[in-house]
């Protein structure tokens, strides 16, 4: 009785396998192209596309949303609430080097960055949690570092969230800008 009943679970199984795959030829349903569309930034810029051999310092993996006429901050994103500085997924961070945030030694490895957008400064964090939708699990006590930096206006609006990395000594600026606004966090590292 047991090795039939295996059998049966056995079969249905099978069956139900192979009836999801799709035949040749069969036209799939994909989902639909995302309004925030998923995007990613490397320190050194260009790193995939370079000729010669770069190895990446730092990846930003984040979904763009669009202004679309909308108020950004302040309304859409309200003020001292915790952000997952994106839309979707949480934004993540990849170290690929020990890196420097405020003076604290961050190791490499992947990490969320959220931020606290205000009228005037912004909080920046980086948290240990990775994987999640949103800032609806945020755990406060997985923070790694927290930094305070002035909130700047850049000279145009910007239509969709951006980052970007600028050079500096023995560093980088991670720069975000959307909408009126723009906020850059150094990031120090031996070159």
């Not at 730092?58 to 859409?76: A, N």
């Not at 606290?116 to 999640?132: A, E, F, H, S, Y």
């Not at 923070?143 to 145009?156: A, N, T």
């Amino acid at each position: 009785m047991k090795k039939f009943s295996f059998l049966v679970v056995l079969t249905f199984s099978a069956l139900s396998l192979f009836a999801q795959s799709p035949k040749t030829g069969e036209t799939l349903s994909f989902p639909q192209v995302d309004g925030s569309p998923l995007d990613v930034v490397y320190y050194p810029l260009n790193t995939t596309k370079a000729k010669e051999n770069t190895d990446p310092v730092i990846r930003v993996f984040y979904s763009r949303p669009f202004k679309k006429g909308r108020e950004i901050f302040g309304v859409l994103e309200p003020f001292d609430k915790v952000w997952r500085l994106g839309a979707n997924e949480s934004t993540e961070i990849d170290f690929f080097k020990p890196v420097f945030i405020n003076n604290t030694k961050i190791k490499p490895g992947r990490y969320s960055l959220f931020a606290i957008p205000g009228k005037d400064k912004w909080t920046l964090i980086v948290n240990k949690q990775t994987d999640k939708w949103g800032a609806f699990s945020y755990d406060q006590s997985k923070d790694i570092v927290r930094i305070e930096v002035p909130v700047e206006k850049p000279s145009k609006v910007i239509e969709a969230l951006s980052m970007t990395f600028t050079e500096a000594e023995d560093a980088t600026n991670l720069i975000i800008g959307w909408d009126n606004t723009q906020v850059s966090i150094p990031i120090k590292f031996k070159k």
